[in-house]
């Protein structure tokens, strides 16, 4: 069966941000609505949960701040000088304290884990509201959104559960968005079998601050155009040069005598500007092997 459309246009040369993709719509879609059905649906779903005293698990995978840029008219302007972008923010900002608020007033916050993050870094390359306003989504980690540069990979992880999680704390803990998987199982007391997570390390213990030694003994990365790397401990060896991603060059041939791919000491070089690729063969080897280990068994779980 096919449903009723309408077709959307170009919107002209909207200001950035502000965009979409022409084509067919649903007749009653408002993208400017989009945050508050997925917040409405979300709080109902608590509601119901908690009258019902059924455990639930919630994943509420909010449009904002992605482009489009579609603030609904309640928070346009709410920011004044940082324009749509700040606006949505404002609006996304809101949707998770409605969904903690609902929380509250359904007597399971005590109980209840929430973590709030993001998939990637922000996409910030041409002269905007981050250097006008002074925002810096990426703070000072080089890149943006799909490179493999720290910028893309690095974002935000906040997590609260009352009597579990001490507040205003902060974890140096290497911990990567596969790792959900399992910490939520744990936290819910469910095991998971051998097959299952296959990169996932369960990182409970280091949202409660009683992990000693770091979880998970390192990360691999990938970047929008193919382009991998792996991080352990301090290292952050890269396979190939340039970004692999939205920030140009997103790819480098290395001219004779050049290194062939890049290596970094994050601890003393966390902006990923001094390349000791050629000067440490050693890391590189063992960090090349380690990569390829992973690649060819198709697990990074122990």
Known sequence: MELPTKTIGDNGVPPRGAFWRGGPIAPGFEMEQVLTRFTDNAVQFIKDSAQAKQPFFAYVPLSGPHTPWVPSKKFQGVSREGGLYADFV??????????????????VAENTLIIVTSDNGAPWSEPDIAA????????DWRGQKSDIQEGGHRIPLIARWPGRI???????????????????AAAAGAKLSRESGE??????????????????????HHSGNGLF?????????????????FTKPAKVEPKAGEPAGELYD????????????????????????????????GFSRP
């Not at 704390?169 to 399992?182: E, G, I, P, V």
């Not at 390349?275 to 068994?297: C, D, F, H, M, S």
């Open 90 to 107: 404002a609006e996304v900002d809101h949707c998770v304290g409605r969904i903690a608020d609902q929380l509250a007033a359904s007597k």
């Open 266 to 297: 994050l601890r003393a070089d966390p902006h990923e500007d001094r390349n000791l690729y050629a000067e440490r063969p050693q890391v590189v080897a063992a960090l090349t092997q380690l990569l390829e280990k992973y690649r060819a068994q």
């Open 199 to 220: 990169d996932s390390y369960n990182q409970l213990a280091a949202l409660e601050g009683r992990a000693d030694l770091p979880i998970r003994p390192d990360i691999v």
């Open 166 to 184: 001490r507040p205003n704390t902060t974890s140096n803990a290497l911990l990567c968005l596969t790792d959900l998987f399992a910490t939520c």
């Open 229 to 245: 790397s792996i991080r352990q401990g301090s290292w952050k060896l890269i396979l190939g040069r340039g970004s692999g991603g």
């Open 132 to 139: 006008t306003k002074g925002h810096r989504a990426n703070m």
